[in-house]
T-cell receptor, first 117, second 114 residues
């Protein structure tokens, strides 16, 4: 069965430093998608970055990059130059099946990131 | 602005009462989803719909019902059969173009039982 594991319940990082949030996944599908979302205390889920299973290069979106290691089934999120506004819960998620057929997301338990001034 | 709206922001339910959560999107997305989030947990899928007049159960559909009469709207009813409805409910939608059909979320509704 598909599963997402985030082993870090909480993380601290100093402002302006980089931080890596871990995510491992388990699937028997060849085609899948991996997503990271940010959830601030207001509750909304904000899309950050996407990586397709067939993408050869790691995804990047501004200060966010995804360290995709397919053989190890890991999809870690790297946030560079942390800012106080980055303090939030971060969720890793996986979409089941090919990307042109929609499909539900499976979420990890989340990592709470705190950025210290 | 294009986006997803959910209402109300807070909802209180009495014992034995059915309540309906609204979700509307103007992104022209085909697919819509309802998730439930309990404190300190990730999201779990309740129902999803990939096209008008069609929907499928997710992992925790018992005690919930949905309809999809219009592309823009996907309301969720929490019935009296749902014995533990207190949670944060998030609606999402996705389109077929780009970014692996990324799901975009509304602001959520917090449901509390009186």
């Amino acid at each position: 069965a598909q599963k997402i594991t985030q082993t870090q319940p909480g993380m601290f990082v100093q402002e302006k430093e980089a931080v890596t949030l871990d995510c491992t996944y388990d699937t028997s599908d060849q085609s899948y998608g991996l997503f990271w979302y940010k959830q601030p205390s207001s509750g909304e889920m904000i899309f950050l970055i996407y990586q397709g299973s067939y993408d050869e290069q790691n995804a990047t979106e501004g200060r966010y990059s995804l360290n995709f290691q397919k053989a190890r089934k890991s999809a870690n999120l790297v946030i560079s130059a942390s800012q106080l506004g980055d303090s939030a819960m971060y969720f890793c998620a996986m979409r089941e099946g090919p990307h042109n057929q929609g499909g539900k997301l499976i979420f990890g338990q989340g990592t709470e990131l705190s950025v210290k001034p | 602005d294009g986006g997803i709206t959910q209402s109300p922001k807070y909802l209180f339910r009495k014992e034995g009462q059915n309540v309906t959560l609204s979700c509307e999107q103007n992104l022209n997305h085909d697919a819509m989803y309802w998730y439930r989030q309990d404190p300190g947990q990730g999201l779990r899928l309740i129902y999803y719909s990939q096209i008008v007049n069609d929907f499928q159960k997710g992992d925790i559909a018992e005690g919930y019902s949905v309809s999809r009469e219009k592309k823009e709207s996907f309301p969720l009813t929490v019935t009296s059969a749902q014995k533990n409805p207190t949670a944060f409910y998030l609606c999402a939608s996705s389109g077929r173009q780009g970014r692996g059909e990324t799901q975009y979320f509304g602001p959520g509704t917090r449901l509390l039982v009186l």
